[in-house]
């Protein structure tokens, strides 16, 4: 269980709190996604739960226990991160040496290694590519690599910071179905922030931010009919709940359920 | 022209010298650079071309592939070889051109020279057409690490030198993007004089300067939240195994050396 109480947070160069007193609590093995605009905090929110900005106001409780200078190198080690440019967080030179970076770092036995690097590479359907070098991969690809490599580190928290925004649809669905299989398994919790209103129905919950702000958190269907807040927020409601909202007066359905009662 | 350079160029392949370790390939070739200069007459020059063609049948490549590919370096060559050739003085006059002349000295030590460094570019070419950059990183690291009781910090070099090999072709595809959106606009760097073509690379620089640092911070913190802390704690994944083949290899090129010391005269 993570707790964010009161958190705020500025940049030193901007005149805005990129955090304005966030509370919220995720719980183990949920999926919550995270949505909101370009530069509304999402980025901010989980830097600083991975420790890579400091200074801020309000408490962190990872499983109870509040987060601060000594602790934070060993509960780091919970979290695992996916960032959004697949490009940009590849270590390796190939893939399986990617996937092994971070296991490497934390001194794992070689064996050991061997095998956690296999099984997250099968995890995401990639074990067959794990000679291959990262700049002959898709987008798609990558970023399941990516996913392997925090997999790896057997984390109880998988973050992804927009890690679908710079691929194809293919790749997204890709990346989803395999988000999908890990939630179903029910011991990581998922933490997914993205921008796109159509990639949160398979989560637990959802939270909108705007300007450092929660404006609106609850079910997916809940904030699929909290309009006040989508609008404020400029988002943009998926096709499927834009025609549900015309025609069957906004009940929440998912795409499939649309299309049966249409 | 680019295409076919072959040196630094990595092909894969499944011949004795490309499963050596790498780390014996390294240790073979800095012998082989001493071993050059035993040679000192026709014998052991003829050894020395020997060796080298039987080492490019055993890693499986040909003789014209390496010659093709060495072109550029053959302008070099040449130029010692004609250095020599009119720079050195002794023995019979061979041609008097009044100005300059030709000694028998001076074809003979142009000729030897040149031998030696075609070998010497040959065996380096052989080497990184069968190891993959990340093997060899792997080998200078493991041989250099003496180097770090005199604070020579050997583990980051190479880690430096694996994520600059990873980057290149990302790079490159990004500066092709930016050349390709640049053309888009009405850049040429294909014509006009040299300085209005260097004006026209400055868009293409300045944008993948700027996103090269956008990817190191990126990189960065990718590393950072991955646990890295450096050398202290950390284990390996790609292990080199040392093999009798490897012992085998490097004493055959000492038997070699040997052998062209004894002929020596
Ligand atoms: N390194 C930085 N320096 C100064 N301001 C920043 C920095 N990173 C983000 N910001 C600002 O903080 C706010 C929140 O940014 P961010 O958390 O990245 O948003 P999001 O991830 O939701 O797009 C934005 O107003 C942004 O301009
Ligand atoms: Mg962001």
Redesign the interface.
């Known amino acids: 269980m993570i707790e964010f109480d009161n958190l705020a947070y500025s940049y030193r160069s901007g005149e805005y709190k990129a955090l304005d007193h966030i509370s919220l609590t995720i719980r183990q093995g949920d999926w919550v996604s995270i949505i909101g605009h370009n530069g509304s905090g999402k980025s901010t929110l989980v830097k600083i739960l991975?420790g890579?900005l400091e200074d801020y106001e309000g408490t962190i409780r990872v499983g109870g226990e509040v987060l601060n200078d000594e602790n934070r190198a060993e509960l780091?080690?919970r979290?695992?991160?996916v960032?959004q440019?697949p490009?940009?967080?590849?270590?390796?030179?190939?893939v399986?040496?990617d996937v092994?970076?971070?296991?490497?770092?934390?001194?794992?036995?070689?064996e050991e290694?061997?095998r956690r690097?296999e099984a997250a590479l099968e995890a995401v359907n990639m074990l067959s590519y794990r000679n291959h070098?990262?700049?002959r991969l898709s987008g798609g690809q990558k970023q399941r690599v990516a996913i392997a490599?925090a997999l790896a580190?057997a984390p109880d928290v998988l973050i992804l910071d927009e890690a679908t925004s710079m691929i194809d649809p293919e790749g997204r669905r890709e990346v989803l179905d395999i988000l999908q299989k890990i939630h179903g398994e029910g011991r990581t919790t998922l933490i997914y922030i993205t921008h796109d209103l159509s990639e949160i129905e398979q989560s637990d919950h959802a939270v909108v931010m705007r300007e450092g702000r929660i404006i609106s958190k609850g079910t997916v269907e809940e904030i699929y009919q909290d309009t006040d807040a989508l609008i404020a927020s400029r988002l943009v409601l998926p096709f499927h709940m834009k025609v549900s909202k015309r025609l069957l007066g906004g009940e929440y359905m998912s795409y499939d359920e649309l299309v049966k009662r249409l | 022209m680019l295409s076919k350079m072959l040196l630094g160029r990595y092909i894969p392949g499944s011949s004795i010298i490309h499963q050596l370790d790498p780390r014996a390939k390294i240790l073979a070739v800095v012998m082989f650079m001493a071993i050059v200069f035993f040679a000192n007459h026709w014998t052991g020059y003829g050894l020395l071309i020997l060796f080298i063609i039987t080492l490019t049948k055993m890693a499986g490549l040909s003789l014209r592939f390496l010659f093709n590919g060495l072109k550029l370096i053959l302008i070099l060559l040449l130029f010692t070889f004609f250095m020599h050739l009119f720079f050195t003085k002794g023995g019979t006059v061979l041609i008097d051109g009044g100005f300059f002349t030709i000694e028998s000295e001076g074809v003979i030590n142009g000729i030897y020279i040149t031998i030696r460094l075609a070998m010497l570019v040959l065996i380096t070419t052989i080497m990184t057409l069968t190891t993959s950059?990340?093997q060899l990183t792997d080998a200078i690291e493991r041989i250099c690490r003496p180097l770090k009781a005199i604070r020579v910090p050997v583990h980051e070099i190479a880690l430096m030198m694996?994520?600059s090999?990873?980057f290149i072709?990302?790079l490159m595809?990004e500066t092709e993007k930016i050349i390709k959106a640049q053309s888009a606009r009405g850049s040429t760097f294909m014509t006009g004089s040299l300085k209005s073509r260097l004006q026209a690379l400055t868009p293409i620089f300045i944008p993948l300067f700027i996103s090269s640092f956008?990817?190191a911070e990126?990189?960065a913190?990718?590393?950072?939240?991955?646990?890295?802390?450096g050398e202290e704690?950390?284990?390996?994944?790609?292990?080199l195994n040392w093999q009798f083949r490897d012992t085998a290899a490097l004493i055959m090129m000492i038997i070699f050396g040997i052998i062209l010391w004894m002929i020596r005269q």
């Not at chain 1, 490009?87 to 190939?94: E, I, K, L």
């Not at chain 2, 704690?233 to 292990?239: E, H, K, Q, W």
């Open positions: 991975m890579i780091r080690k979290f695992a991160i960032f440019n490009d940009n967080q590849f270590v390796g030179a190939t399986e040496d092994a970076f971070g296991l490497e770092n934390n001194g794992v036995p070689r290694m061997v690097t070098e990262p700049s490599s580190m | 950059p990340l694996s994520i090999l990873r072709p990302t595809d956008k990817r990126e990189l913190i990718a590393m950072e939240v991955r646990g890295y802390q704690g950390r284990t390996y994944y790609r292990v």
